[in-house]
């Protein structure tokens, strides 16, 4: 896909950083146009990167892009101690 159009505004923009919000195919072409316009720019994305294939198809190009998801906190002592601390209604 070609995101030229998008990419040269990011570029003139004088962004630090973009903020991606969706999947893998995307983002690594995106990554990847960035990249090859030798952009510097930080690349952050959700969950919908967080995903080998976009390593593999990003390649080199998916160093140094950030991928927030979530994560298992039920060991997590400070949330285990949120889920047994007392919890007031909302509705008093």
């Known amino acids: 896909m070609d995101y030229s159009a998008i990419i040269q505004k990011i570029k003139h ?3 630090e950083a973009v903020i991606y919000g969706g ?3 995307e983002a690594a072409s995106v990554v ?3 990249r090859r316009k030798s952009m ?3 690349f952050i ?3 919908g990167v967080k995903d080998q294939t976009f390593i593999k198809v990003a390649g080199q190009n998916a160093e140094g892009v950030y991928a927030s998801g979530p994560k298992d906190t ?3 002592p400070l949330a ?3 889920m047994e601390a007392p919890q007031e209604s909302l509705w008093q």
Request: proline content about 5%; aromatic content about 4%; hydrophobic content about 30%.
């Open 13 to 15: 923009s004088g962004a």
């Open 80 to 82: 285990i101690a949120a």
């Open 74 to 76: 039920t060991k997590n």
């Open 40 to 42: 510097k720019t930080i």
């Open 23 to 25: 999947y893998h195919p």
């Open 45 to 47: 994305s959700d969950d």
């Open 32 to 34: 990847q146009q960035m």
